[in-house]
């Protein structure tokens, strides 16, 4: 099987590649880059040519924070409609959080998850498994036999460590197989009772307001025990400015700490929760103007590492309640190209600065094969028309998860073409 896309500006930030070229994929595989791959790609069988003039080519778009609901919620998403999502959104890899039902704290959930998402075949699924048992926060879960069936890091991503004892032991134990910790990183007890960030939105809605430094305090334990330990750990969701100032900081000093944020915290701010709309209800919440400001300005120093979704679907009847009574999370991925596109328009990175933050920085967090073009590597790939408006419907959405705060929102550029290991999955319009 030979696949030759022609003539599009290809972007692989971990070559510092910025040009226009061909890239030739044989059996699956890189073959070559190179404008002069016509002969190449017509000896033998001949190659399918796919004319990618005008588009940007990019290695598969990889996301290290989504949740895919099986087992136990498949009303709210299944293995399969995540991975299709996945796929029209442009990613080629996906990593999973552990908060099914059953929990993935044991390796027969870890091995049903790869074993669904191998059957489906459209994205490569990396599960996460739980740092305790039942993800409730007082034993550490079997990491040996989770890491041998194919965990590639630990979470109660949902719900905070508490236990800094805890906490500690798990990146000792992680590390000793080489994966991360990612923390979701809220002081519970400053957040206890509330549903949005604390400020005027909260004043003036009434709805609870929690403090930012509930998840500031968080990420500062983390860091000490990170830096105490000389252990990894990755501060999943990053939502306000002292985050971002304390994991500046501490990577100043050589500390072993990565960081994430979602679309969501980049483009928007509590405002959105004032008209009472459940589906801007998210954990952490949305937050104020000065703390987008701030996370910006961390993408754009490194200081966030990457973009992941933190893709949470529900079903109506989650959302379609009270805004104190329903479920926190945005469905995510197939609206995070479009809206983290509006990054380089707005001058905050640059295309490749983006694309870095969505392909090798978030490989690499998680020690990921994927995120780049490098011949040899995989053949995962994402075509992506910058030009292209569409609006956001989520009847449209892949995902049974519909619940979308972006809903009628004009974006600007997609993506048209996802290609896992030489097959495609995916594509605009087909
Ligand atoms: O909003 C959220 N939803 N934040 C989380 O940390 C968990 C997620 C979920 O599982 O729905």
Redesign the pocket.
Same mark, same amino acid.
């Given at each position: 099987m030979k696949l030759l896309l022609k003539g599009g500006r290809v972007i692989d930030p971990t070559q510092q590649i910025d040009e226009i070229t061909d890239i030739l994929i044989v059996d699956g595989r890189i073959a070559a880059l190179g404008r002069e791959l016509d002969k190449q790609a017509e000896s033998g069988t001949a190659a399918r040519v796919i004319d990618a003039t005008s588009k940007i080519v990019v290695p598969g778009l990889v996301d290290i924070h989504v %949740?895919l *609901?099986e087992p136990g919620f498949e009303y709210k998403e299944t293995i399969a409609s995540g991975s299709e999502a996945a796929a029209a959104g442009g990613f080629t890899s996906i990593a999973c959080?552990p =908060?099914s039902k059953p929990i993935n704290d044991n390796r027969s959930v870890t091995e049903y998850i790869l074993r669904k998402a191998a059957l489906c075949g459209l994205v490569r699924v990396y599960p996460i498994a739980a740092v305790s048992k039942g993800s409730d926060g007082s034993v550490l879960a079997e990491y040996g036999d989770l890491w041998e069936a194919g965990a590639v890091a630990f979470s109660d #991503?949902?719900?905070a460590v508490t236990n800094s004892a805890l906490m500690l032991g798990a990146m000792e134990y992680a590390a000793s197989y080489g994966l991360p910790v990612i923390s %979701?990183c809220?002081d519970t007890n400053l957040s206890a009772g509330t549903v949005i960030n604390e400020g005027l939105a909260s004043a003036e809605t009434g709805l609870g307001g929690g403090p930012s430094i509930a998840e500031d305090i968080m990420v500062a334990r983390d860091i000490l025990i990170a830096e105490y330990t000389g252990q990894a750990v990755h501060i &999943? %969701?990053v939502s306000t400015a002292g985050s971002v100032r304390l994991i500046r900081e501490a990577k100043s000093r050589g500390v072993r700490v990565t960081a994430e944020t979602a679309p969501h915290y980049f483009t928007l701010t509590d405002d959105a929760v004032r008209g009472f709309d459940s589906n801007a *209800?998210? =954990?952490?919440p949305l937050r104020s103007p000065g703390d987008v400001t701030a996370i910006k300005e961390g993408l754009r120093d490194g200081t966030i590492d990457a973009i992941a979704t #933190?893709h &949470?679907? %529900?079903g109506i009847t989650d959302k379609e309640v009270e805004f104190e009574a329903a &479920?926190?999370?945005?469905s995510g991925l197939e609206t995070s190209l479009g809206l983290s596109l509006r990054l380089v328009d707005d001058g905050t990175l640059t295309l490749s600065q983006l694309i870095d933050c969505m392909t090798g920085k978030p490989s690499r967090i998680l020690n990921l094969p994927g995120g780049t073009l490098k011949v040899g590597a995989a053949a995962d790939l994402t075509v992506i028309d910058l030009n292209l408006p569409w609006t956001v419907d989520p009847a449209n959405f892949r995902s049974k998860g519909r619940n979308t705060p972006f809903r009628g929102w004009d974006l600007r550029g997609k993506a048209i073409m996802t290609i896992l290991g030489g097959e495609i999955k995916w594509a605009e319009n087909s």
């Open positions: %949740h *609901r959080m =908060n #991503d949902g719900k %979701h809220e &999943a %969701h *209800r998210v =954990n952490p #933190d &949470a679907p %529900h &479920a926190s999370g945005i």
